[in-house]
């Protein structure tokens, strides 16, 4: 009896044991339940709350043809020497005069880099002082998260007037560990908010920089043209809201041949983006096309223009026509080309040389005497082209060889109609080229002519 | 101005530094309560700025956020002492929630860097139907009692709706390439362990 009775406590004993543990096993189940169905909950709301695709906006220009004479003027921006100083863009402000960012330190890469601005005032045809916008610490303490160097600004002004500055920083390794960090301006310039860090990739954020000239979606989100550089090298169109957050992105490209996308808008709905090609033949500008706004993209092929693994930029008209400034080469950076395209991108023409030292001296002594008539040519006001020589020889001489470099060019067109060019001067100097529409017709005939005659 | 999505990126890598010192076998072998203070010592004092910036800052400026599956994996490591574990997590589930990192790890990052014209990552931007796919995986997770990880997805996707990162990618808050690594060497040491035990004579096998 008492042997049974002690069983039959055992017993309950263990039912009770494998109750509370089935008891507690269903309250764990319905809790993660409930958390998976918030999480879910909330989730489906954001996705509900993502904007749909929109389409691309047009910028209009208030130029009309003939109110314009045929001008071109140069500058040159930067003004500080024996710095190297590259990769500079432009943005139209609010009252119409143009704001430049470019990056300048000791070398590209170096802890002192830093992202420095100059206005510029059409009407009194000058830009004033330089002044520093961002630097490596501030960055870094902004951001809380070490970063090492800094390069590649570009701008652009949001349908609200805030002035956007996207940049580049780098925490591990070299370019192709870069992300792209942004800050906001509601001044034109003046003053800037602090930085934030835009996430791109997956792979602890790195390889995404800028180059490319950011543009407007008819919803009033901006749209950013992208590449990769760490073990791909391919384009990609980031779509980006007014509170600086990604809510899209779009492959340009892939493989590891292309870099710094340029987009040219023809119509809300139709793109043709122009990319760098880097490495081997063929030479050429590579280019993709969309007619859905972005939403599908061709297949990349190489265009006619030639291409040594550098940068383009281009702008298109009202009318259609496009115009790209490229070094039009398949080696160096020693030219600098503007080319015309009347049929939508499917054939360009070299209308203008706006540079062109191939086949030029390269040992040092004869280097400096070309390189001072350069920049005095550039800018007549200059009273020491020999100071601008020895900075272009500091960035662009090795040994008792040196070498021309114009690159890197940032052309925009503005809503008075004309355009604004800059672009790096062999590596020391950031020059200005302005041009009316009156000018780029009358080049455009020239170049006609000359196909004519030949 | 310290953003509120510092103070999360922040936050996490500080857990993956102190989680790290716990693995020193000189801190496991301290007595419980001991190891507690000292852990917790160590994570407020790399929060703390140290010539400017907090030593977690250096470390974020390389690794970037860590992903909520790797804070779950580092937080279960961490509280290991103290709680039992079994409850969310046997062998079963923490082998099945690898190889599930490990197989979307090594399609997501090469497609994601450029291999082929399909980006993945875009996905990430609230997809809806990549949000309702990784439901119905919850779901399956959780009818099977694979707790741990219907509740890694479940807390990187309310993480990623209330904004607890900087990234509005859904990606970053499920997998990042630290947990992808330790996902992967796991899963190939344990095949090459079951190759190597099915080769072995059958009276010596374990």
Not at chain 1, 7 to 22: C, F, V
């Amino acid at each position: 009896m008492r042997r049974y009775i002690c069983k039959r406590i055992i017993q309950d004993y263990t039912i009770e044991n494998e109750l509370a543990l089935m008891f507690k096993s269903t309250v764990r189940q319905l809790l993660i339940l409930c958390i998976v169905l918030i999480a879910f909950g909330a989730a489906f709301y954001k996705v509900t709350q993502r904007p749909s695709s929109a389409l691309f906006k047009l910028v209009g220009t208030a130029y009309k043809a003939g109110n314009v004479v045929p001008d071109i003027r140069t500058h040159f921006v930067s003004t500080q020497q024996n710095t190297s100083t590259h990769a500079a863009s432009l943005v139209e402000l609010s009252d119409g005069r143009i704001r430049a960012f470019w990056f300048a330190g000791s070398r590209e890469g170096a802890e002192d880099v830093v992202i420095r601005s100059a206005v510029f005032d059409p009407a009194k045809d000058i830009w004033g002082a330089e002044q520093n916008i961002v630097n490596r610490e501030g960055t870094q303490r902004s951001l809380l998260r070490y970063v090492k160097k800094l390069g590649n600004p570009v701008a652009l002004r949001a349908s609200d007037g805030t002035l956007w500055l996207f940049y580049v920083t780098v925490s591990l390794g070299g370019w192709a560990g870069s992300s792209i960090t942004t800050i906001t301006s509601t001044d034109d310039g003046a003053t800037w908010s602090s930085p934030q860090r835009l996430i791109t990739s997956p792979f602890i954020n790195i390889s995404t920089l800028v180059k490319g000239t950011p543009f407007l979606y008819g919803d009033g989100s901006m749209g950013l043209p992208v590449y990769h550089e760490f073990l791909g090298k391919f384009g990609e169109l980031l779509r980006i809201d007014s509170s600086g957050k990604i809510i899209d992105k779009h492959r340009l490209s892939s493989g590891k041949s292309t870099l710094q996308p340029v987009i040219l808008i023809k119509n809300p709905q139709q793109a043709l983006v122009l990319m760098r090609r880097s490495g081997n033949s063929p030479k050429r500008v590579i280019a993709t096309t969309t007619d859905d706004a972005g939403q599908h993209w061709s297949a990349p092929i190489p265009i006619t223009l030639a291409n040594p693994d550098a940068a383009i930029s281009g702008a298109v008209l009202p009318d259609g026509r496009m115009v790209t400034v490229l070094n039009d080469l398949e080696f160096g950076r020693d030219a600098l080309s503007l080319a015309v395209s009347a049929d939508g991108g499917a054939s360009w023409k070299t209308i203008y040389q706006l540079e062109d030292k191939r086949g030029q001296p390269t040992d040092i002594s004869r280097y400096s005497q070309v390189a001072g008539e350069s920049a005095q040519a550039t800018d007549a006001n200059i009273t020491d082209a020999k100071a601008y020589a020895k900075s272009a020889q500091r960035n662009k001489c090795e040994a008792e060889s040196c070498s021309f470099e114009f690159s890197y060019p940032y052309l925009i067109q503005t809503q008075s109609g004309n355009f604004h060019l800059v672009y790096t001067w062999n590596r020391s100097f950031i020059k200005h080229v302005q041009f009316t529409p009156a000018w780029l017709d009358q080049q455009m005939e020239k170049a006609a002519k000359e196909t004519k005659t030949k | 101005m310290i953003h509120f999505t510092d103070i999360t990126g922040l936050a996490g890598v500080a857990s993956a530094i102190t989680t790290t010192l716990l693995t020193l076998p000189a801190i496991a072998r301290l007595f419980k309560p001991y190891r507690a203070i000292l852990l917790g010592a160590v994570f407020v004092l790399v929060l703390i700025p140290f010539a400017g910036m907090p030593v977690a800052a250096y470390l974020r400026g390389v690794t970037g956020d860590l992903s909520i599956t790797t804070l779950v994996l580092l937080w279960c490591a961490l509280l290991k002492p103290w709680l039992d574990s079994s409850m969310l997590s046997d062998t079963r589930t923490s082998y099945t929630l690898l190889t599930l990192v490990a197989l979307t790890a090594l399609a997501l990052y090469p497609m994601a860097l450029g291999v082929g014209a399909f980006d993945p990552y875009r996905l990430g931007y609230g997809d809806p139907l990549f949000v309702s796919v990784l439901l119905l995986i919850t779901l399956v997770a959780w009818s099977w009692k694979y707790t741990l990880i219907a509740l890694c997805i479940a807390l990187a996707t309310l993480a990623w709706s209330i904004n607890w990162y900087e990234s509005g990618n859904l990606w970053d808050y499920m997998l990042d390439p630290f947990v992808s690594i330790y996902a992967l060497a796991a899963v190939m040491i344990d095949a090459l362990k079951a190759i190597l035990q099915r080769g072995r004579p059958r009276h010596l096998q374990g």
